[in-house]
């Protein structure tokens, strides 16, 4: 059967948005921590100490309720253009999805807000050094008066919900002018800016003038600093932070200005698959900057094709000329940058029990089990098969058939991950399986499963190449994330050594 788009653009106060900050991501107050009596409006600090005796910060947020989580979409991306899903590109065009995904999107998103309307406390914890003092001067704390809240009536160049209104020609901070809007989020938005002495392009993130946002913020930045000291010359293709600074009680955080996401690209390609040559570039790119992140303790929890910039949106046609033929863009230049660490997670840290964008998530996280550098790799499985196809491989929202499509996608479940996986979430299994399809299940979705195709199928063993790269996503894929393949092993698999011609 054809395959289900990602319905695009989800409700109006949320979206996919690859610079999201995430302060979604749910935590818990440490047993034995010790308040340090610091705090602002709406928000504290404790310090505490981590599984190996290393000193820790807390930031506890209970200024709001925690905000929608991000659903990735596909359809009406005319209608949430405002939403777009980039770091610092410009997005295009719109798709059609399945009425029946567009409807799952819908009641989701209703479950979501009606969960976050319930939420008053967040907690943020990360194992990083203090934010510098440098970083401290930058993002002030706000005076309570100033400060804005949904619903609330704010300052002038706010609007209600505390997003900064952003008009061309502004001037930022004293020494940007702002160009245009690109993208908006619940964080707050991205503009594209000049500096007014150097006429140096850059995008800047400019984070609601909300506490819990302000806080995650310093979170991020904790995180973006790391990576910028521990590769000074950016040879692991991670964004950099070139500054930041608070404008108006507003944290900015500026970087280089890219190109549009590679879903982006996707979309505008009418999702049609990648050459096999931009796939194992893409490929070689993406396992090194996730290598350099698992170096670093770090593990990046929201791989998906709309956190991968292109450097440069530069192409070129290719395919038939004749009438009514659908000619296809190809890459100039394949150099991508990874981006989007507001849910970076330190591997010694407390993780939250969900993590990753739906498409993109490991069996582990679904099933409540421990998680860890492997959720990447699965996420990196995903992400090739996508780029092989042009549609992402599990586009679903509901958990048991989630894991149903994987068992008809990557193979029965082990008997070990049952066994685990029975303890933590028994509504999901019936004996020794999954309980999939049960009385519950709807016709549609049985249907829907069972049309789904093997990795064998989906990528046919047709040529060498196609072999290798088939074997590579199978090891990304593994179920069992103690056998699943490790960055280090992924960057020596013989597909990534293959000579593959540049596409005509």
Not at 14 to 42: C, E, H, L, M, Y
Not at 137 to 149: D, N
Not at 164 to 185: E, T
Not at 391 to 410: G, K, P, R, S
């Amino acid at each position: 059967m054809p395959p289900r788009k990602k319905v695009a653009g989800s409700t109006a106060t949320v979206t996919s948005t690859p610079q999201t900050v995430s302060s979604a991501r749910s935590s818990r107050r440490i047993a034995g921590s010790i308040p340090d009596g610091k705090g602002g409006n709406g928000w504290t600090t404790e310090h505490t100490y981590d599984s190996i005796g290393q000193p820790k910060e807390i930031i506890v947020i209970q200024d709001s309720a925690s905000p929608i989580p991000k659903k990735r979409t596909r359809a009406a991306v005319a209608a949430a253009a405002a939403e777009s899903a980039k770091w610092n590109g410009a997005g295009g065009g719109s798709s059609t999805a399945a009425k029946r995904r567009k409807l799952e999107e819908e009641a989701e998103a209703k479950k979501a807000k009606a969960k976050a309307s319930n939420s008053s406390t967040s907690v943020h914890t990360q194992a990083a050094p203090p934010l510098p003092l440098q970083a401290q001067a930058h993002v002030q704390q706000p005076p309570p008066a100033a400060a804005a809240a949904s619903g609330t009536q704010g300052p002038a160049w706010d609007d209600a919900e505390g997003h900064y209104i952003v008009k061309p020609d502004d001037i930022i901070g004293g020494r940007y002018k702002i160009v245009r809007l690109l993208g908006q989020g619940t964080f707050g938005k991205v503009v594209e800016a000049r500096h007014i002495e150097s006429r140096r392009k850059v995008a800047i993130k400019v984070i609601r003038a909300v506490q819990k946002y302000r806080d995650a913020s310093k979170i991020e930045i904790r995180v973006l600093e790391t990576l910028k000291k521990n590769d000074p010359e950016n040879s692991f293709k991670c964004i950099h932070l070139t500054e930041y600074f608070d404008f108006r009680n507003h944290p900015c955080l500026v970087s280089d200005l890219y190109g549009m996401s590679v879903f982006d690209f996707l979309k505008l390609n009418h999702f049609q698959p990648f050459p096999e040559r931009h796939i194992q570039d893409f490929a070689k790119s993406l396992l090194a900057s996730v290598q350099f992140l698992h170096s670093l303790k770090l593990v990046h929890t929201d791989l998906k094709p709309e956190n991968i910039l292109l450097v440069s949106n530069e192409s070129r046609l290719s395919g038939p000329r004749r009438a009514n033929a659908r000619s296809k863009s190809i890459l100039r230049n394949t150099d991508i940058r990874l981006i989007d660490f507001g849910s970076a997670t330190f591997a010694n840290e407390y993780h939250s029990s969900v993590v990753s964008t739906r498409h993109y998530r490991a069996p582990e996280i679904i099933l409540g089990l421990s998680w860890s550098y492997p959720c990447d790799m699965f996420s990196i499985g995903c992400i090739l098969v996508e780029f092989f196809t042009g549609d992402a491989l599990f586009q679903t929202h509901d958990n048991l058939e989630h894991l149903a499509m994987m068992e008809v996608v990557m193979g029965k479940m082990p008997s070990r991950m049952v066994e685990r996986g029975r303890l933590k979430k028994p509504e999901f299994f019936k004996g020794n399986k999954i309980d999939f399809p049960n009385p519950s299940v709807s016709k549609s979705s049985r249907k829907f499963v069972k049309g789904l195709k093997a990795l064998k199928d989906i990528i046919p063993s047709t040529n060498p190449t196609s072999a290798l790269f088939l074997d590579l996503v199978v090891r990304l894929l593994d179920f069992d994330p103690e056998t699943r393949i490790t960055v280090d092993q992924a960057l020596r698999h013989p597909y990534l050594r293959q000579a593959i011609p540049e596409p005509p």
